[in-house]
């Protein structure tokens, strides 16, 4: 997207009121050649391997124990008591220490089925936690007491030690645990380690963490210094609160532009704009402190695919751990948009990593470069896309299995929907239908957080991801969606039918998602993984589902349909 990105550097300069350039490229091959996502792109060049690729570990046919742990949230404020620790006990292939199903002291044998752990602070021997977890089991919670820590803004080190029964296997693993003073001027940011999604905390919301599903725009304003002007500018972008309820501030105008205070007084969380300025870490402190006390401030936005400019590894992880510094009560996202270009270094400086798949409209093998586009040449608007809706979760499945492939505990995803034209690259907008479809996808792969590039788009995506924000940010959807991780159906003889899962309570939620171009003009039955009594709605999309003996069936779905359909557990279940 090379003269795509041109234009977001343009607008990153207009963010800092500062001229902006990127640097040289500094990673992979032939960095004096023109490249993307590590590839030459202009006509000229020969092609190459990029390098960077993210492979599964090699294996030697054993079996190893994974000990992995965290707090359940990213940060605990000093008005909570009680906080927990997420332990994770996996059988691998790849991580951890050998494993054998035996353990003895040298008078008895037993099989080793769990392990009993300790976790405390480094340096210190009283336990916060103590218990045992089984073998193979993950996501375990474990709960502790903050009465015996301080509030401090530097984090906690926590260390787990483990054995078998008998003590003749041992393992350790290491974490942070964040436990700051309350700021009840401010707002606050929790990440979900579990189910990936976040919890805000501010005035409006009693100074009590709610769940927060973001969706908006990385959205354009005008720039004036006056507060009428900033007002309107927020009702018009959240429909007057009952549309968007989040924005990335590409901000042409000075930090303490009088539009922050409209967001705080209307209720619209931001995510702070700091491509132009992440790579100078002096400019960076003094954004940070002038915008860090904003009641709507949610997140900071840092890096803006860097894997497709090449930028050196070092800079992203650098500003994050700045940002934690100056601000320790909001997470740090990036932008990836490459396929896979070093996606360990790269994906290192975020907290929550956004994906912008734009793959509408696209001529998906040939560039305006005069170039193929393949695995090592090329680019066409979208790295190693087909040029279709399903390239949305087939980016999304990529990232969580490099996740896998590295041993990392996975961050939350946002998914970046495509709501523009142009550049010789896309050669239409997406549909509504489109729209919705990739979201909705996006969601069936555990996506928490919906920005499309830009503000403003069309009238008709505007009513689109407005009409969808307003379903998917409230309850009862939002429940769902940032409930826990969405489980799979399958649904055979239909490989364009993506089907998805969540269980909350007494009720589940089915996403089903028509990923063809063409009507199904016969009956779709679905499985449903538990018993239902009945459709308690249908939340989105407006068809007419029906429950028939334990399936959800429909008589025909539209092409590129999306539907949310919530139904009632049986109690006896």
Same mark, same amino acid.
């Given at each position: ?89 996996? #059988?691998? !292939? ?6 054998? +199903?035996?353990?003895? %002291?040298? &008078?008895?044998? @037993?099989? =080793? ?98 769940? #927060?599903? !973001? ?6 304003? +005008?720039?004036?210094? %006056?507060? &009428?002007?900033? @007002?309107? =500018? ?340």
């Amino acid at each position: 997207m090379r003269s795509f990105i041109l234009i977001r550097g343009f607008l990153a300069a207009l963010s800092t009121g500062l001229a902006f350039a990127q640097d040289e490229p500094d990673t992979g091959e032939h960095p004096d050649w023109p490249r993307w996502c590590g590839k030459v792109y202009q006509s000229g060049y020969p092609s190459f391997e990029p390098g960077g690729r993210t492979v599964a570990p090699p294996t030697n046919g054993s079996t190893f124990l994974h000990v992995q742990f965290k707090p359940r949230y990213s940060l605990y404020l000093s008005t909570e008591t009680k906080a927990s620790f997420v332990v994770n006990a996996a #059988l691998s !292939p790849w991580f951890g220490e050998e494993y054998a +199903n035996s353990t003895s %002291d040298g &008078a008895s044998t @037993d099989p =080793f089925t769990e392990l009993v752990f300790s976790i405390g602070l480094v340096g210190d021997d009283a336990p916060l936690v103590e218990d045992r977890i089984g073998i193979n089991a993950t996501g375990a919670e474990f709960e502790f007491e903050l009465a015996s820590l301080e509030p401090r803004i530097t984090p906690y080190e926590v260390v787990l030690i483990g054995s078998s029964v008998h003590g003749d296997h041992n393992y350790t693993a290491t974490s942070e645990l964040l436990y700051l003073p309350d700021n009840p001027e401010g707002s606050a940011t929790k990440i979900d380690h579990v189910r990936g999604g976040l919890l805000f905390k501010n005035a409006q919301t009693g100074h009590e963490f709610v769940p #927060l599903l !973001p969706y908006g725009y990385y959205g354009l304003y +005008n720039g004036s210094n %006056d507060t &009428a002007a900033s @007002d309107e =500018f927020v009702r018009d972008y959240t429909s007057s609160g009952k549309g968007l309820n989040a924005i990335i501030s590409l901000a042409g105008f000075a930090d303490t532009n009088p539009v922050y205070d409209s967001m705080d007084e209307q209720g619209l969380h931001f995510m702070f704009d700091l491509r132009g300025s992440y790579k100078n870490l002096t400019e960076t402190e003094q954004r940070v402190n002038t915008i860090k006390y904003h009641t709507s401030l949610f997140a900071y936005w840092t890096a803006d695919e860097p894997d497709g400019w090449q930028v050196p590894f070092d800079k992203t992880p650098a500003a994050q751990a700045l940002i934690h510094k100056l601000d320790p009560y909001h997470p740090v996202a990036i932008t990836l948009n490459c396929q896979d270009y070093y996606f360990e270094p790269y994906a290192a400086g975020g907290d929550i990593l956004m994906e912008d798949v734009y793959p509408i409209g696209i001529n998906s093998t040939f560039s305006k470069w005069g170039t193929a586009c393949n695995a090592t040449l090329g680019d066409c608007g979208c790295d190693n896309c087909k040029g279709g809706i399903q390239d949305v979760p087939s980016r999304l499945d990529d990232l969580a299995q490099y996740e896998a492939w590295l041993g990392r505990w996975p961050l939350p995803k946002f998914h970046n929907p495509q709501v523009f034209h142009g550049e010789d690259y896309w050669f239409r907008d997406p549909t509504a239908a489109e729209a919705h479809a990739m979201n909705a996808l996006a969601f069936n792969r555990g996506a928490t957080g919906i920005f499309g590039w830009t503000w403003p788009s069309s009238a008709a995506l505007f009513d689109a991801h407005s009409q969808m924000a307003s379903v998917v940010t409230s309850a009862p959807v939002k429940n769902f969606l940032l409930g826990g991780n969405p489980e799979r159906l399958v649904v055979e003889g239909y490989e364009l039918l993506d089907a998805a899962y969540w269980i909350e309570g007494d009720k589940m939620m089915v996403s089903v998602v028509n990923g063809g171009y063409e009507d199904i003009q016969k009956s779709v039955s679905i499985v449903l993984p538990a018993s239902a009594t009945d459709i308690e709605s249908v939340a989105f999309g407006g068809l007419l589902w029906q429950l028939l003996g334990g399936r959800l069936v429909i008589d025909g779905l539209p092409a590129v349909s999306t539907s949310f359909i919530i139904l009632n557990l049986d109690a006896l279940e």
